[in-house]
């Protein structure tokens, strides 16, 4: 059973910047496409973008100025950089695997609450 | 980006009730397109893919329906632990993006 695991700092302050490695276990991470969602309190989901295991990357225009995405598959492991961040950025992040069968995601990290506030 | 509308917001049902939740593409999409549901505090969990296709281990009370822009997620006999919010999501092309959930309810 594949699991995913975000870990990272919990609060950020504003203008810095969030750093976020989600690891993966129970399944390579080889052959698939890693994807970091977002989801503000009580607001709706936001893709951030996807990391083929190769290390190809596709970013939401809407962030892309601000966001990187690396793998490590040494370690099963992916990050998400997320650069000057501000108050709109606190959301729970998400770390998920993309099916590749169609852009579904099949398995989830639980999330982690990530504040922005000095 | 395509914008993907789901209706109701919010809708309220019975356990036994059949309810049907629609998603809508702002352009077509083909079968790109999935429903999650997700509980309070918890990450979403994949219902159906392909629009019409159940994720494995998942109970055959949940539906999925259409093409192009119009699709529909059901629930022929809601159980106690169907109480959630749904939300759309489309493949098609980058960037993903969902729809604003649909609240289910207990009347």
């Known amino acids: 059973q594949v699991e995913l695991q975000e870990s990272g700092p919990g609060l950020v302050k504003p203008s810095e910047t969030l750093s976020l490695t989600c690891t993966v276990s129970?399944?390579?991470?080889?052959?698939?496409?890693w994807t970091w969602i977002r989801q503000p309190p009580g607001k709706g989901i936001e893709w951030i973008g996807y990391?083929?295991?190769?290390?190809?990357?596709n970013y939401n225009p809407s962030l892309k100025s601000r966001v990187t995405i690396s793998v490590d598959t040494s370690k099963n492991q992916f990050s998400l950089i997320l650069r000057s961040v501000t108050a709109a950025d606190t959301a729970v992040y998400y770390c998920?695997?993309?099916?590749?069968?169609?852009?579904?995601?099949?398995?989830w990290g639980q999330g982690t609450l990530v504040t922005v506030s000095s | 980006d395509i914008q993907m509308t789901q209706s109701p917001s919010s809708v309220s049902a019975s356990v036994g009730d059949r309810v049907t939740i629609t998603c809508r593409a702002s352009q077509s999409i083909s079968s790109y397109l999935n429903w999650y549901q997700q509980k309070p505090g918890k990450a979403p969990q994949l219902l159906i893919h392909?629009?019409?296709s159940l994720q494995s281990g998942v109970p055959s009370r949940f539906s999925g329906s259409g093409s192009g822009t119009d699709f529909t997620l059901s629930i022929s006999s809601l159980q106690p632990e169907d109480f959630a919010t749904y939300f759309c999501?489309?493949?098609?092309?980058?960037?993903?993006?969902f729809g604003q959930g649909t609240k289910l309810e207990n009347k």
């Open positions: 990391i083929y295991y190769s290390g190809g990357t």
């Open positions: 998920a695997r993309d099916a590749t069968r169609g852009g579904d995601f099949d398995y």
């Open positions: 999501q489309q493949s098609y092309i980058t960037p993903r993006t």
């Open positions: 392909a629009a019409s």
């Open positions: 129970g399944g390579s991470i080889s052959g698939y496409y």
